[in-house]
């Protein structure tokens, strides 16, 4: 058992598993923001809305919802009750667990029994039960029995350490000489599981870590939008402020009013 309580040959792939409750009355809506993680909205009972932010279409009306990477933002809305289960993946863990590469669900967000049949039952099965324990532990149960069928295949083809790279600094160039390859062998590779460039999942990693160092600001009761920016590898406040216009849809400033430095439902 891992340090979260996570079995252990899970935790390189389950970066999440927690319930959420998008708040109280019969409707929640939340901003989904980018992240460099797949996640999994398990609604405990009604489904869930999803629209892209500034995306033409209608959205999808979906059971139990799996997002890809995604640079821009989505909204959710959930109608009756608002609580359910909250899962969120690691790149490797796609393919590890679900059978499938990241790269398949990169930009897109499908209905879980369409991209794994084999869970298609996992949302009645977890409305049966009784707790939060046991909802836990089915679902971990699931996730160790997908990791039986596809780990082995998908520890071959995952480039970890591409992504460790990429994670550690702020240029591909680098990333690529430190893995000893060139930035051409490296795009390919991480365009090829991730659906993303390797500079576009660079952005995610550092908006994710804004977001981060944003929440614990505001909770230390301090905004520190400057220090924010600085930390995270911005040039400046203007420019974590442009990011988040970007990918976000609104300023931190806006998002921490509405959505507020509360742990975070399903992104």
Known sequence: MSANG?????????????????GPGSGGVHRGLPS??????????????????????????LRAAVAGLHLDAAELRQRGCTRGLWLTLTPPGAAALLGVPASALAGEVAELADVVPALADLPERLAACRSWAQRRALVERRLLAGLARHGDRA???????????LSGTGRVEE??????????????????????????????VRFEAARARLVAAARSGVAGLADVAAASGFADQAHLTREWRAMAGCTPTEWLRTEGPTPQPPR
Request: aromatic residues 4%.
């Open 6 to 22: 996570m079995p252990a040959a899970l935790s390189p792939y389950v970066t999440t598993l927690a319930a959420y409750d998008l």
């Open 36 to 61: 460099s993680t797949l996640s999994i909205t398990i609604p405990e009972a009604d489904p869930v809305d999803i629209a892209w932010v500034g995306r033409p279409g209608p959205g999808r009306r």
């Open 155 to 165: 520890a071959r083809r995952t480039p970890r350490a591409a992504l460790a790279a």
């Open 175 to 204: 990333a690529a000489r430190l893995l000893g390859c060139s930035r051409r062998h490296l795009s390919g590779a991480v365009r090829a599981e991730l659906g993303v460039t390797p500079k576009e999942y660079q952005r995610l």
